[in-house]
């Protein structure tokens, strides 16, 4: 396969340490719809976990690629093992990728100078709870170029957590530099219908 994966905690109750199926739709959405663009990008995986997308971009050509995720433990024990087994520990010496923890809203406040403007931010199931709309809104809005492109992988509702992609929606038409709109919509009759939602500047003209 194109990837492997370390997949050590299979049984987990962390949430940050399981494979979700919208990192996958979003790296076939990326494969159908941007994988020429690629090549030379800046590529943002928010909310990483295996950061698969920051991996696909790398193989693709990426020039660099910056992977967040929550916790610390996540990128220690998950994401860059990750990166060693897909043979790209060239990158970890900072000048191909870096990795970052803790929470969205700081981290757009905190490395908004630092880390500049990305062609593509990725992130994949991380508007499962209402309360993360604004804070990955916040991100897209610090990180995104201006001809940049936001790939949100979602579940169309998160039982239990309240988070939709419905909602995240309607959350984004409070900002008045960004807009969405569903691009593709997954459904394979064994979970929950997904979609990708596409995340964009509005343009001044």
């Known amino acids: 396969s194109f990837f492997t994966f370390l997949l050590s905690f299979p049984h987990s109750t962390k949430r940050s ?32 976990g295996h950061a698969i997308p920051a991996i696909y971009a790398l193989r693709r050509g990426a020039t660099f690629v910056c992977c967040q995720d929550y916790n610390e433990q996540v990128l220690c024990r998950v994401t860059l093992p990750n990166f060693f087994h897909n043979e ?54 610090t990180f995104l170029a201006e001809n940049g492109v936001a790939i949100i992988a979602a579940k169309s509702y998160y039982f239990g957590v309240g988070g939709s992609v419905d909602g995240f929606l309607a959350a984004l038409e409070h900002n ?11 459904e394979d009759k064994n979970s929950n219908i997904r979609k990708i939602v596409i995340v964009e500047r509005i343009s001044d003209t």
């Open 17 to 48: 340490l399981k494979l979700w199926e919208c990192a996958i739709d979003a790296i076939d959405y990326l494969q159908a719809r941007h994988q020429e663009q690629l090549y030379g990008a800046r590529v943002m995986d928010l909310g990483c």
């Open 88 to 141: 790209l520990e060239g990158a970890l010496d900072g000048s191909r990728a870096r990795f970052f923890y803790g929470d969205w809203g700081s981290f757009a406040s905190s490395f908004a100078h630092d880390l500049g403007k990305f062609d593509f931010i990725i992130s994949a199931d991380t508007v499962y709870n209402p309360q993360n709309y604004d804070k990955v809104i916040q991100c897209i809005d």
């Open 176 to 186: 008045e530099r960004l807009t969405g709109t569903v691009a593709a919509i997954a």
